[in-house]
């Protein structure tokens, strides 16, 4: 692979026929010896695979029965998703990050602390949503995702009319929908896009509702910057309603 394609191909991304462009980098620094061999020997275990046809039992994915599919899109590190599965040991988590470096760190986590209820996959979140059921999600995370701050950017966010339509279609009835971030500017996209949407609820009702973070949140190493950079983050929760038209 020449010079030029493979750094295309770090900070843009691959176009595919079989998903959407990524634009993010895939790769950072070398990885150490013991990171490199988890990628080898864990990934593989882990990986969730996409089906040729039909969509993907997720609760098979895990070796012991659990209560519910969670999945944090871009986990960056992996620190809130480890943490996460940590705390509910009785829940799945599926975690979709495209950066190998962050799949490495994660990967560590997950083996110093022996977790069983974590499944990855490594590339573009948008890739695997054709392949999810209806309604089989009981929370997603989108914290930090990148926010594209050049306007002739901006239809790379995560959060777009499209998407919202898909993240609607995925997540139960009463399921959360977690967001974060310190860009003010797309923390405003993100409102406006998903209050629009009359299946999400947005049921802040005070300035403590969206600056606070959840009782059972997990700091990331990005929060952590930003904050020593004085940034503030907003922190939103939205919810599923009923697809009957009760709640």
């Known amino acids: 692979?020449?010079?030029?394609?493979?750094?295309?191909?770090?900070?843009?991304?691959?176009?595919?026929?079989?998903?959407?462009?990524?634009y993010g980098r895939r790769r950072g620094h070398k990885l150490r010896p013991n990171r490199q061999a988890l990628i080898d020997t864990l990934l593989p275990e882990l990986r969730v695979e996409l089906p040729e046809t039909g969509k993907l039992d997720l609760r098979s994915l895990f070796p012991e029965p659990v209560r519910d599919v969670w999945l944090e899109v871009g986990f960056g590190g992996g620190e809130h998703l480890a943490a996460q599965a940590l705390a509910y040991p009785e829940i799945g988590f599926i975690g979709c990050e495209p950066f190998i470096n962050g799949t490495a760190n994660l990967l560590s986590l997950i083996d110093r602390d022996g977790?069983?209820?974590?499944?990855?996959?490594?590339?573009?979140?948008?890739?695997?949503?054709?392949?999810?059921?209806?309604?089989?999600?009981?929370?997603?995370?989108?914290?930090?995702?990148?926010?594209?701050?050049?306007?002739?950017?901006?239809?790379?966010?995560?959060?777009?009319?499209?998407?919202?339509?898909?993240?609607?279609?995925?997540?139960?009835?009463?399921?959360?929908?977690?967001?974060?971030?310190?860009?003010?500017g797309y923390v405003g996209w993100m409102l406006e896009h998903l209050t629009r949407c009359e299946d999400l609820q947005w049921r802040a009702r005070s300035k403590q509702d969206w600056t606070a973070p959840p009782t059972d949140?997990?700091?990331?190493?990005?929060?952590?910057?930003?904050?020593?950079?004085?940034?503030?983050?907003?922190?939103?929760?939205?919810?599923?309603?009923?697809r009957n038209g009760n709640e």
């Open 1 to 22: 692979m020449s010079a030029a394609k493979n750094k295309t191909e770090k900070n843009r991304g691959v176009s595919g026929r079989d998903g959407p462009q990524w």
């Open 115 to 184: 977790l069983t209820n974590v499944r990855l996959f490594d590339d573009d979140a948008r890739k695997l949503f054709p392949v999810l059921p209806d309604a089989s999600l009981g929370r997603l995370y989108a914290l930090y995702t990148d926010p594209w701050p050049k306007t002739r950017h901006h239809r790379r966010r995560f959060i777009c009319g499209e998407t919202v339509d898909v993240l609607v279609r995925l997540l139960k009835d009463g399921a959360e929908l977690r967001l974060a971030h310190d860009h003010m």
């Open 217 to 242: 949140w997990v700091e990331t190493r990005y929060e952590k910057k930003a904050k020593e950079k004085g940034l503030k983050p907003a922190y939103l929760c939205f919810v599923r309603g009923s």
